[in-house]
């Protein structure tokens, strides 16, 4: 349902966007969110964009630093995420909350 993609390795302070496809569903009706998982810990939920507001929310330990968007007639929804900090290592998901996909790594590290 879900293809994650654009992780990698960066360095502190530095910048990715992921991208995530979806098919097979009605994508435009379906509030879509951004979760994380590091290793050895929990899901932990990182923003959130609406339909059809589009209207946005952020975790505290992202905001001001992360943007989250989505088109829906290309059915996709982007993580632009800046100034990274090693807490942000984790594999990222996105999700509509019932079907996951299988995630994009992201590394930040000197």
């Known amino acids: 349902q879900f293809v994650e993609s654009g992780g990698g390795l960066v360095e502190p302070g530095g910048s990715l966007r992921l991208s995530c496809a979806a098919r097979?569903?009605?994508?435009?009706?379906?509030?879509m969110y951004w979760y994380r998982q590091a290793p050895g810990k929990g899901r932990e939920w990182v923003a959130t964009i609406t339909s059809p507001s589009h209207s946005t929310s952020y975790a505290d330990s992202v905001k001001g630093r992360f943007t989250i968007s989505r088109d829906d007639g290309k059915m996709m929804v982007w993580l632009d995420m800046t100034n990274l900090k090693p807490d942000d290592t984790a594999r990222y998901y996105c999700t509509e909350e019932t079907y996951w996909g299988q995630g994009t790594q992201v590394t930040v590290s000197s």
């Open positions: 097979g569903l009605s994508f435009s009706t379906h509030t």
